[in-house]
């Protein structure tokens, strides 16, 4: 019998990460054990309300039942085949998945960063297939102050200098535009171009929420110009913004849909890129794969959370706890708040410099029990659980409130 392993404090776990993880995140000191719906739970049994939700890839909290039920079940039966066999999970996910989304055709992966590739690929494919474009000389166009993921074709886009320096040479072929302006998409759009690829509301950049048209907009150019809409809803889509999708708040269905995080319920990496069947149509047996994608476990878990998204309750609930939040945000103008945006539940708030920086207003929730993560220095992003309740909300903006003043 070997002594029960010592129970390691956070600062040394801390600690202990420092000579053996890659110095590529600079998280919080808060060392997280367990997790249940909004909250979360520290090695020393300190309790903090989650407001980042893993990015959106928590949006229905931590272990919704549902979904812990579908992987629990699944991982009792089947767990991996790989695409050169069929499962018996995968057709039902799809069909689902493109109804939900009101598209046809569904490419199942892992990652963000691989759906974006896949759209990629998918798109330039379409462009010599069907729309003529001379081998090779496809482009796409893509909006300043993106972000799609890290790998090198994706930072190759990126107008951030610390994801691209040190990590050249990049893939051509990309045209970059300021984001919410048409007149400049249109001009960049040529008889080269393969597609727009866009997020309806820029994430990373702040939670940045294009001008009401501009989306509209955006399909209509695509339309009339003979190239193909891909929407990066990555983050912003499966209900957060009170809609299963945010491109749904100007009544448009991209061509593209690319779709990731809360797929996997915050359980396992679920991606896809759901498309139109004339364009998805392009790729044929050897053109493009993953062994884990489509998996029957990613499948099982992808179908739970489609189940709950069905119902409507979690986009209703954005919809409603957002009134709470920007009410909440409003209340802190002039108060430590310069400004906000928010669209359900999700915003970006600018923090008056003066008051500290997004990390230090970060480290103070922290010991307030409240997570959050700075972006672009002095904006935090709030993005919890779609099942928090009004309470734990209103909780976690009197903690806001306190650290400001
Ligand atoms: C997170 C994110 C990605 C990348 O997803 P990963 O799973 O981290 O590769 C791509 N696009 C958007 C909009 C994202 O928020």
């Not at 055709?105 to 963000?112: E, F, I, R």
């Not at 494919?125 to 799609?148: L, M, S």
Request: some cysteine; glycine content about 12%; hydrophobic content about 45%.
């Amino acid at each position: 019998m070997t002594a029960p392993a010592q129970t390691r404090s956070s600062a040394d776990l801390i600690r202990a990460e420092e000579p053996v993880l890659a110095h590529n995140y600079h998280p919080l000191p808060v060392v997280v054990s367990r997790a249940e719906g909004a909250w979360v739970e520290d090695v020393e049994g300190r309790r903090y309300l989650d407001m980042l939700a893993g990015y959106s890839a928590l949006n229905f909290g931590h272990r919704h039942p549902a979904l812990i039920e579908a992987a629990h079940a699944q991982l009792d039966r089947l767990t991996l085949t790989s695409r050169a066999f069929h499962n018996d999970k995968l057709a039902g996910f799809a069909e689902r998945l493109a109804a939900l989304t009101g598209l046809d055709m569904v490419l199942p992966m892992n990652t963000g960063a691989e759906a974006v590739e896949s759209g990629i690929k998918v798109a330039r494919k379409w462009a010599y297939e069907v729309k003529g474009v001379p081998a090779d000389q496809a482009t796409i166009v893509v909006a300043a102050d993106n972000f799609h993921g890290r790998t090198t074709t994706i930072v190759s886009f990126s107008t951030d200098e610390t994801a691209r320096q040190g990590f050249g040479p990049f893939t051509p072929g990309f045209r970059i535009v300021p984001y919410n302006d048409l007149a400049a998409l249109e001009a960049a759009i040529d008889e080269t171009t393969a597609a727009v690829l866009l997020e309806p509301i820029q994430g990373e950049a702040g939670v940045l929420i294009p001008d009401q048209g501009y989306l509209a907009g955006v399909r209509e150019l695509t339309s009339r110009k003979g190239c193909l809409f891909i929407a990066d809803e990555i983050q912003s889509g499966l209900g957060r913004t009170g809609r299963t999708l945010a491109v749904e708040h100007e009544s448009v269905v991209p061509d593209l849909l690319l779709l990731g995080k809360a797929l996997g319920g915050g359980i396992v990496p679920v991606s896809a890129v759901v498309a139109r069947r004339e364009v998805l149509g392009v790729l044929r047996p050897g053109e493009h794969g993953s062994t884990f994608g489509g998996n029957p476990l990613a499948a099982a878990v992808g179908m739970a959370v489609v189940e709950l998204l069905e119902t409507g309750e979690f986009q209703r609930r954005a919809a409603e706890l957002g009134v709470v939040l920007r009410g909440g945000l409003s209340a802190l103008l002039g108060k430590g708040v310069l400004g906000f945006r928010a669209r359900g539940l999700w915003a970006g708030v600018d923090i008056d410099p003066a008051v500290g920086t997004g990390r230090e207003i970060s480290e103070r929730l922290m010991r307030e029990g409240v997570l959050v993560k700075d972006t672009h220095g002095s904006t935090i992003r709030l993005a919890p659980p779609l099942t928090i309740t009004a309470e734990e909300l209103t909780e976690a903006l009197g903690a806001l409130e306190k650290v400001l003043g």
